[in-house]
Structures are given as C-alpha cells and as structure tokens.
C-alpha cells in the first residue's frame, strides 16, 4: 500500500506496477470482514486502544499460536474471533478521526517494540506507513469504512505478532 500512494504520488507507473504486482501475489483473505452483522455492525462499544489491551490481549484464544506466528495464520485460524473484535470498535464517524486512532495505536505499538528491543522486521513501522499511505489513496476522507476496518484487522494482527 505504501508502495502504491508513492507511485500514485509521484506519478511512478513503474512503481505503481510492482505496487499492484505484489497485492496481486500476496493476497490474504479477508472477506470475512464482510459479513457485517446486524448486532455488531455500527454498535461498536470500545476504542481502538481499548480492544488491543483489554479484550485481545488477554484472550486465551490467541494464547496456543506456535512461534512461528504469521498474519495469514492468525487469519486462517482465528478469523471469527477477528471479525468480533474488528466490529466491536466505535468506529468514528470522521474517517480522518478513525485513522488518527490507528495512528496512535499503531505509534504505541512502535513505542513498546523499541523499548522490548525486538529486532527484525519493523511491522509497527510498517503499519504505521500503511495508516498514512491511505490518506494518500484517498485525500479528503474518502477512505471507505469497511478498508478503515481492514486497517484495524492490520493493527490486532500486528499487536498479536509482537506480543508473541
């Protein structure tokens, strides 16, 4: 996504390609997410913040994954429970103020991973680019909800990758 908002920013086709290319090759599945349920859909009661560490976090659900966790497991084995917790999220109706949430998230989640001095791979990093690229996509809050929710699906696995 991040490649896709530079290329679409600077006019870069060659970078636009590889960009679509690699969403094209890597593709994960969640069209669970679209199963909006009447129950959950618009009735969120918690915040961004409020889910990761009072309700993800201590779940004992996410507690049995092996070491060697990655998104498109935690996707495969947990997607009920992830489409739970995605929809439990007061989302704001400013989608501006739905991704400053995820901002703030995501920069407290870069903020414990350089204090735990865990090294590798910089997913906070990488989120926090990926929140900001789609202000890039879509200037003015044009953002569809339903890709702000995806989003936050993006921040719970990430918080449960490093919390292992």
């Known amino acids: 996504m991040v490649h896709l908002a530079l290329g679409l920013k600077h006019a870069l086709p060659e970078i636009i390609a590889?960009?679509?290319s690699y969403a094209a090759t890597s593709h994960q599945d969640t069209t669970f997410l679209l199963d909006e349920r009447?129950?959950?859909?618009?009735n969120g009661y918690f915040t961004a913040h409020e889910i990761l560490v009072n309700q993800v976090k201590v779940d004992p659900r996410f507690g049995p994954f092996s070491p060697k966790l990655t998104y498109r497991k935690i996707l495969?084995?947990?997607?009920e429970l992830?489409?739970?917790y995605v929809y439990l999220w007061k989302l704001p109706s400013n989608i501006e103020d739905a991704l400053n949430e995820?901002?703030?998230?995501a920069a407290c989640l870069l903020s414990s991973s350089a204090d735990t001095g865990h090294s590798g791979l910089d997913i906070p990093g990488n989120l926090l680019k990926s929140i900001n690229a789609m202000?890039?996509?879509y200037p003015n809050n044009t953002c569809p909800t339903l890709l702000v929710r995806v989003q936050f699906l993006n921040v719970i696995c990430s918080y449960i990758l490093q919390d292992k």
């Open 18 to 20: 590889q960009a679509l």
């Open 38 to 42: 009447e129950i959950l859909y618009n």
């Open 76 to 79: 495969k084995s947990a997607s």
């Open 82 to 84: 992830l489409h739970t």
């Open 102 to 105: 995820l901002r703030v998230v």
């Open 135 to 137: 202000d890039i996509l």
